[in-house]
């Protein structure tokens, strides 16, 4: 089946020990998403790829960055995590073009700051 | 810019009760919205999707409306099971094919045996 995956699904981090989250897609879509979900709020969009085009938000933090080296993977560097960063990270892909847009999620990874 | 509010945050309803979960955006000038489910520490899992143009859609007991003019949406939930307990969020798309998605908070339904 075509599907969003993420990994690791769980990741335990020191407070400024860097921390690299992994996303993948089978679905070959052009765009891909990286969203921050804290407890009982909204997600809320980071960045985003258009292809090899990255697309960060004005608010986004310097302290994360990301990568997309081929159309199938997607990282997201957390340079030095917070206790502030603790969240579930969220990747999602949609084709970017055509009549729907429809966003397709992977299943999220919990980041816990220590 | 784009707000998305859904009231109430939580709800609590017996087990085949038919229910309507609301959402209201601010800004009218959408591409599409989308309705997730999202169970407890999991992603979202895409609903219902709607474009601009349409007025609803249906899937299985399902039903999202689309009033954009009026910067409203439903999901109507059929004959409510307790597998239907989760959080229910809603998004809009911005003008654009690949605009970004602005979620409300979601609404936390809890279906009673």
């Known amino acids: 089946d075509a599907m969003v995956i993420q990994n690791p699904r769980y990741q335990v981090t020191q407070f400024g020990k860097p921390v690299t989250l992994s996303c993948s897609q089978t679905?070959?879509?052009?765009?891909m998403y990286w969203y921050q979900q804290k407890s009982s709020q909204a997600p809320k969009l980071l960045f985003h790829y258009y292809d090899k085009d990255f697309n960060n938000e004005a608010d986004t933090p310097d302290n994360f960055q990301s990568r997309r080296p081929n159309t199938s993977f997607c990282f997201l560097d957390i340079r030095s995590p917070g206790l502030g960063d603790a969240a579930m990270y969220l990747c999602?892909?949609?084709?970017?073009?055509?009549?729907?847009?429809?966003?397709?999620f992977g299943p999220g990874t919990r980041l816990t700051v220590l | 810019k784009q707000e998305v509010t859904q009231i109430p945050a939580a709800l609590s309803v017996p087990e085949g009760e038919n229910l309507v979960l609301n959402c209201s955006f601010t800004?009218?000038?959408?591409?599409?919205l989308q309705w997730f489910r999202q169970d407890p520490g999991k992603g979202l899992t895409s609903l219902l999707l709607?474009?601009?143009?349409?007025r609803e859609q249906t899937s299985g007991r399902l039903n999202a409306s689309l009033d954009k003019s009026s910067g409203r949406s439903t999901l109507y939930i059929a004959a409510s099971q307790p597998g239907d307990s989760a959080t229910y969020l809603c998004a809009v798309s911005g003008a654009g094919a690949n605009s970004k998605l602005t979620f409300g908070k979601g609404i936390t339904l809890s279906v009673r045996p």
């Open positions: 800004d009218s000038a959408i591409y599409n």
């Open positions: 709607i474009q601009s143009s349409q």
């Open positions: 999602a892909t949609g084709e970017g073009s055509g009549t729907y847009n429809e966003q397709f």
């Open positions: 679905l070959n879509h052009n765009v």
